[in-house]
């Protein structure tokens, strides 16, 4: 897939072939780079719907999405960074970062948020963020979309004139988002709502 992940397709079972299609039964895997050992979890067979109307379809299951968090949680691709000069857009998560617009974030804006780091910084400083899943993103499989729910913690410090780092606090996130994927005008596009 990439530097921090790679996926195995093998067959299940030998292919059944019929009169008006072909029936593949791959079992897709998502290891990170390099580590194709010590999965936490169970692939579970399940079965796609009778339909004749497309030439092709494609279907897949928990397992793929769930060894695919897991390989970029094992990479730490879900720790982020973020300096300076951010974009932010309509929708955010923990590690989906929509561009909209560039916003500078200073210990200005969480001084008029919260009182404590306002005492603390009279001068402003830009901010660095530091994301962090602590624990593996679960994804679960709806009808109609899929839920995401993701663990983590967020540092926030100020960067002084001195280009070293103050923590001024850390907070716990827990996130629940639901993504919908549709085809509009031939490409596939996605809608995010945060559950809470």
């Known amino acids: 897939v990439d530097d921090l992940a790679e996926v195995d397709y093998s067959l299940n079972s030998l292919p059944a072939v019929f009169q008006p299609f072909i029936d593949l039964d791959l079992k897709g895997t998502v290891y990170p780079a390099g580590n194709y050992t010590g999965l936490p979890y169970v692939a ?5 719907p009778d339909q004749s109307d497309s030439m092709l379809y494609l279907a897949f299951s928990e397992y793929f999405f769930q060894t695919y968090s897991f390989a970029y ?27 909209c617009s560039y916003f500078n974030i200073s210990t200005e804006i969480f001084g008029s948020i919260i009182p404590e780091v306002a005492k ?12 962090m899943a602590t624990e593996i993103p679960i994804i679960s499989l709806e009808e109609d979309s ?3 729910e993701i663990q983590g913690s967020m540092e926030v410090f100020a960067v002084l004139p001195d280009s070293t780092n103050q923590s001024l606090f850390t907070t716990n996130i827990a996130a629940n ?6 085809i509009f005008d031939q490409k596939l596009m996605g809608s995010l709502c945060l559950n809470r």
């Open 177 to 182: 988002a639901s993504i919908a994927l549709n």
């Open 73 to 99: 949680y094992t990479a730490g691709a879900f720790n982020i960074t973020i300096a300076e000069e951010v974009k932010f857009g309509k929708c955010f998560c923990l590690f989906f970062l929509q561009t």
């Open 44 to 48: 579970a067979p399940f079965t796609i």
């Open 120 to 131: 603390y910084s009279v001068t402003p400083y830009p901010v660095m963020l530091k994301l």
């Open 146 to 148: 899929f839920t995401v």
